[in-house]
């Protein structure tokens, strides 16, 4: 694996540990104090939960066009902060209004911003040469359970659930943000090509269509 592309896949394994830690693996561990403190049963709480991934599956399709067409970096970036704004929204929630309001936001930042994305992104680089970077980034995230349970039991048991969600926040500003900057820029947005022509990739000029999701 190339140096540089042996980067990328540290960098953005990374940055999907955190993303998966704090959305998909956070209902586990603070669902029971969120329920009892908002007045909710838990089963509300999966229920805004599913309410996300209902969305993040809406947006999947949408996110995957403008990463063909711009590159990840920029599309993973916003999703940083839609995560962040996400669980924001979830540390200051009173009621159940605001919690589906806030599993909404975080529905967003699911759909662009979670594995789909960042195979999407890959592929924009690197076309079929991605197949490897891709699954690196599987083996690393892959870690995101053994680090985003035990992680925010310990928050929630010294901060409550409300400063995990804080504390989740600020990661996602400040170390998920500054990694997904660090991914190679897109040279130029993809336009058709004409009738026969390949269409050429980014990074290693290789000639790959590009991933429609």
């Known amino acids: 694996m190339q140096p540089k592309r042996t980067r ?12 998966w830690a704090s959305s998909y693996y956070l209902p ?13 049963s838990e089963p509300t ?3 805004a939960f599913s309410a996300a991934l209902v969305v993040s599956a809406i947006v999947g399709p949408h996110s995957g066009r403008r990463i063909d067409r711009w590159g990840g970096r920029p599309v993973l970036m916003v999703t940083s902060g839609l995560f962040a704004l996400g669980l924001a929204a979830m540390a200051v929630a009173s009621g159940p209004v605001g919690l589906f309001a806030a599993w909404l936001v975080m529905g967003l930042a699911m759909g662009s911003g979670l594995y789909e994305a960042a195979f ?10 991605a197949r490897g ?5 599987t083996l690393i995230a892959g870690f995101a359970s053994t680090v985003g349970w035990p ?7 010294g901060l409550g659930w409300r400063g995990a969600c804080w504390a989740w926040a600020g990661l ?16 130029r947005p993809l ?21 429609r999701t």
């Open 172 to 187: 996602h500003l400040v170390v998920g943000l500054p990694l997904n900057a660090c991914l190679p820029k897109a040279r």
């Open 191 to 211: 336009a058709p090509a004409p009738d026969g022509a390949p269409v050429h990739g980014e990074e290693d000029g290789s000639s790959e269509p590009p991933l």
């Open 120 to 129: 999407a992104s890959l592929v924009r680089l690197y076309g079929h040469d």
């Open 28 to 40: 586990a561990m603070l669902a029971r104090p969120m329920a009892g403190e908002l007045g909710v």
């Open 8 to 19: 990328v896949v540290a960098t953005l394994g990374t940055a999907q540990t955190l993303a």
């Open 133 to 137: 970077a891709i699954t690196g980034i």
């Open 45 to 47: 709480v999966f229920a």
């Open 151 to 157: 992680l925010t039991a310990a928050l929630e048991h």
